[in-house]
C-alpha cells in the first residue's frame, strides 16, 4: 500500500528553463521591439528564421544586441518603428 503525504505550501518559487522555441522567439522580438524599453531575452533560438525576423526589426529602427547568451531588444514603443531604406527580406519566416 502507498500513503502520499502533502503539507500545506505558502510559497512556490523557481525557475525553468526551456529549449528555445521558434514561435516564441519570433514573438518575443516583435513585442519586445513594441514595448518601451529594454527587454532581456535568454534562450533565444537563434535559427536563420529568427535571424531574418532580427534583421528587418533592425532595418525597421529597432537596436538589438546579443552580449554572451543573452539578448537586448531595446524597444521603440507602439508606432516607434520607421520606414525602413532597403526592402526587408523575411527568408522563410511566416512573420
Known amino acids: 500500500m502507498v500513503s502520499i503525504k502533502s503539507k500545506k505550501c505558502f510559497k512556490i518559487?523557481?525557475?525553468?528553463?526551456?529549449?528555445g522555441d521558434k514561435s516564441?522567439?519570433?514573438?518575443?522580438?516583435?513585442?519586445?521591439?513594441c514595448a518601451n524599453g529594454l527587454t532581456t531575452i535568454e534562450n533565444l533560438l537563434?535559427?536563420?528564421?529568427?535571424?531574418?525576423?532580427?534583421n528587418a526589426l533592425k532595418l525597421l529602427g529597432i537596436?538589438?544586441?546579443?552580449?554572451?547568451?543573452v539578448w537586448k531588444v531595446y524597444g521603440?514603443?507602439?508606432g516607434?518603428?520607421?520606414?525602413?531604406?532597403?526592402?526587408?527580406n523575411l527568408g522563410n519566416s511566416g512573420t
Open 80 to 88: 516607434g518603428l520607421i520606414t525602413p531604406e532597403k526592402n526587408l
Open 63 to 69: 537596436k538589438i544586441v546579443k552580449s554572451k547568451n
Open 13 to 19: 518559487s523557481g525557475e525553468i528553463i526551456v529549449p
Open 76 to 78: 521603440n514603443g507602439l
Open 24 to 33: 516564441i522567439s519570433h514573438r518575443v522580438l516583435i513585442l519586445g521591439s
Open 46 to 54: 537563434e535559427g536563420e528564421d529568427i535571424f531574418s525576423t532580427l
